[in-house]
């Protein structure tokens, strides 16, 4: 049976009345979760900001304490919440729902860092040079923030942009992506139920124009987004443009390197999993594999043999390894960018669809790749992958940094010198050695060099830089 869901935007801890503009539907069943979504315009957007400025004195007034304790209440609730949660996600984005199940309690181990990290908000204090006088920094709030989120992760990548923002006492209007409203909602009524002062953190809902109107809205200083390139240009622009901080999370185009000397059940796992999981739609998925010449053909044919034993299918089974694209949108992208390439390289279509006419793509890959291709430079955000044979390992790292990416990249070998060797010279802000390209701690800066990314590092402790600003103070005694 299909239920109905009619979605709605949360300012200053009211629900709002609006328009419905758009519907999303079960990408694995088209019949199944059907949410109806609102759109909010700049006016919307406006009081949610308004109320977020509102709240930033309340919650200076409440102090580190409070904000500790509502983030522990969050990461708990989460955690308790789990099991609904993923199920929700798979429904919404097609995500399997053990992946969306440990999505959630990766968020819920990031409200929970950022629970301690809002108690460790430590400053500096020296002696200035002028005798007698002293230098105190501190990290304060920046004020309001902008969050505009994907729907490749609808709950944990909001959390690691919430989470902190909260931490470090600034207030938030956040705009998911329509693909995982419904799953933004309910992140939302978990954020409500922590005691906040009203105005903390306010939900709107929509498409492009929303979250630009967020980037132009002059009552919020700072923007974080993740998402695609060509977007994150955009709210580049916009949000520079009135001198507002802005902090952007892209793509990627990473790259593996297989070394002849490397564990071939560690290599194949590594990219099975990396470039195919979660259907390829993960920023930090591997799109280029880059195999020594000598144990190409070997490498290949175990990785095609640990491919056919996945699991394609519905998200909503526990068996499942690989669900649907997230929407019909998102599937016609992929097809359309994968007819492009269709001459770039030999296909080897490594499996099967359950076969419906659903968001379903079967993993891809295309072999013999020249380094010119568009495969070696764009992004396609599915599980396709082109594999590049090189003769050693001097012409895989040259492959894998011409690339004006540098999200994650990887590496299998048994070799020390080759392993120093990539963590010296790779271009990437996350290198992985005999690890898979996706698949990252909650505790460790996540970003990357050139294209990918823009701004201070997300995550961990590092993420203190974007939602801090810094205040230096000279004080002597009257
Ligand atoms: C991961 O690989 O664990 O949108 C996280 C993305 C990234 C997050 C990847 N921002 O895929």
Redesign the pocket.
Known sequence: MSETLILSHRVAGQTIPAVIAMEQRNPADRDDLIVHIPEAGAATVATAAKAAQDALGPVAAAGIEARSDALNRIGRAIANNATELAMLIARETGKTVRDARGEAM?ASRIFEFFAGEALRNAGERFESTRPGAMVEVMHSPVGVVGLIT?W??PI??PAWKIAPALAFGNTVVWKPSEVSSASAVALMRIIAEARMPAGSVNLVLGSGPTGQAICAERRIDAVSF??SEGVGRCVREIVAARGARVQL?MGGVNGFIVLADADLDIAVDCVATGAFF?AG?????TSRIIVEDGIADAFLSALHSRVQQFAIGDPRLEKTDIGPLASPLQKQRVSQQVSAVRNEGRVAAFGTVPDDDDCYFAPTLFDHVGADSLLAQEEIFGPVAGMFRVRDFDAAMALLNNSRHG??AGLCTSSLKHAEAFKRDARAGMLMVNLP????DHHAP?GGMGSSSYGPR?QGRAARAFYTTMRTTYQRPA
Not at 281 to 285: D, I, S, Y
Not at 437 to 440: H, L
């Open positions: 990766r994907p490749n992760f944990a990548i993740t998402g999370e979660a739609q993960r920023c930090t998925a999200l994650s390209t996706a698949g990252v996540f997300e």
